[in-house]
């Protein structure tokens, strides 16, 4: 069993910076494509970035330059860093994980989730 729990979410004022992090445990983290989604109130949960089991990466167009996903093997950890926040970042933030072959970006190539961390940014 995958056990996934995000942090690092807050409020922010536009142009500021958050660093989410996901612990993950209950797996072989290195056979894992990881992925970060958010889900703002009335919108679809988006594919925001996402990193391979090789370290190849993918970012949606809304925040490539703004955003960089990483991973530390040795603790078993995923992180988002996410820099120049908009108001329109303002979502819940859930990381994903499953045994992919590449970095995808889509809800329905990860069965396992976290619970979410939200963010705010202001204006």
């Known amino acids: 069993q995958v056990h996934l729990v995000e942090s690092g979410g807050g409020s922010v004022q536009t142009g500021g910076s958050l660093r989410l992090s996901c612990a993950a445990s209950g797996y072989t983290y290195s056979m894992y494509s990881l992925g970060w989604f958010r889900q703002a109130p009335g919108k679809e949960r988006e594919g925001v970035a996402a990193?391979?089991?090789?370290?190849?990466?993918n970012y949606a167009d809304s925040v490539k330059g703004r955003f960089t996903i990483s991973k530390d093997n040795a603790k078993n950890t995923l992180y988002l860093q996410m820099n120049n926040l908009k108001p329109e970042d303002t979502a819940m933030y859930y990381c994903a994980a499953d045994r992919l072959l590449g970095a995808g970006l889509e809800n329905y190539e990860y069965f396992y989730w976290g619970q979410g961390t939200q963010v705010t940014v202001s204006s």
């Open positions: 990193i391979d089991s090789e370290g190849s990466t």
